[in-house]
């Protein structure tokens, strides 16, 4: 069984639409994280959910909401896409008494 | 705000030699340091994972030491093989959330 699973893997979309990945974990954490990594490879938090709530928003633009419906899923919508959101998008989670983080697989977005 | 650097950004090694990765960090209030790896096209797979209180950790041919009071680790790799060749990612863990370097890209050449 897959800890951290997101969906859809790949994703190749035209600019303008609107897009969502979903993450779902099943290892009962409080945390919930997403992660951007851009074309040089470097990784940046977006957001962290805990427990539904949110509690980090690293200066993303308004074009992307993050929902957590309940604490095993944080989904990811992005508004409006544009080229510069081509990325891969990592969900990651995080028990509330632990301090190690669990990474999904990504998500490859390309927008064209 | 936690930066955290990593050098050299790539390196470039013949099969059998012994790697160094480099990693600091500017804030030392860190509840641990991991190094990942990441192969081209593919996810984080995780390393070796280093606890505030620990000086380091070892996993078969991969030693990871931390100095937390100087902000600085060392990820060492030891008869470095073909195999061996990806992106090396440093992240440490502070003020609930990862921070990443931007990695180390290694090749080993056979």
């Known amino acids: 069984d897959t800890a951290v699973s997101q969906t859809p893997k790949y994703l190749v979309t035209q600019m303008g639409n609107d897009k969502s990945i979903k993450c779902e974990q099943n290892l009962g954490h409080d945390t919930m994280y997403w992660y951007k990594q851009d074309s040089k490879k470097f990784l940046k938090i977006m957001f962290s959910?805990?427990?539904?709530?949110?509690?980090i928003n690293e200066t993303v633009p308004n074009r992307f909401s993050p929902k957590s419906p309940d604490k095993a899923h944080l989904n990811l919508h992005i508004n409006s896409l544009e080229l510069g959101d081509s990325a891969v998008y990592f969900c990651?989670?995080?028990?509330?008494?632990?301090?190690?983080?669990?990474f999904g697989e990504g998500s490859w977005l390309t927008v064209v | 705000k936690q930066e955290v650097t990593q050098i050299p950004a790539a390196l470039s090694v013949p099969e059998g030699e012994n790697l160094v990765l480099n990693c600091s960090f500017t804030d030392s209030a860190i509840y641990n340091l991991q190094w990942f790896r990441q192969d081209p096209g593919k996810g984080l797979t995780s390393l070796l994972l280093i606890q505030s209180s620990q000086r380091e950790q070892t996993s078969g041919r991969l030693n990871a030491s931390l100095d937390k009071s100087s902000g600085r680790s060392t990820l060492y790799i030891a008869a470095s093989q073909p195999g061996d060749s990806a992106t090396y990612l440093c992240a440490v863990l502070n003020d609930y959330k990862l921070s990443f370097g931007a990695g180390t890209t290694v090749t080993v050449r056979a």
């Open positions: 959910y805990n427990n539904k709530e949110l509690i």
């Open positions: 990651a989670s995080r028990p509330l008494s632990g301090n190690t983080i669990y």
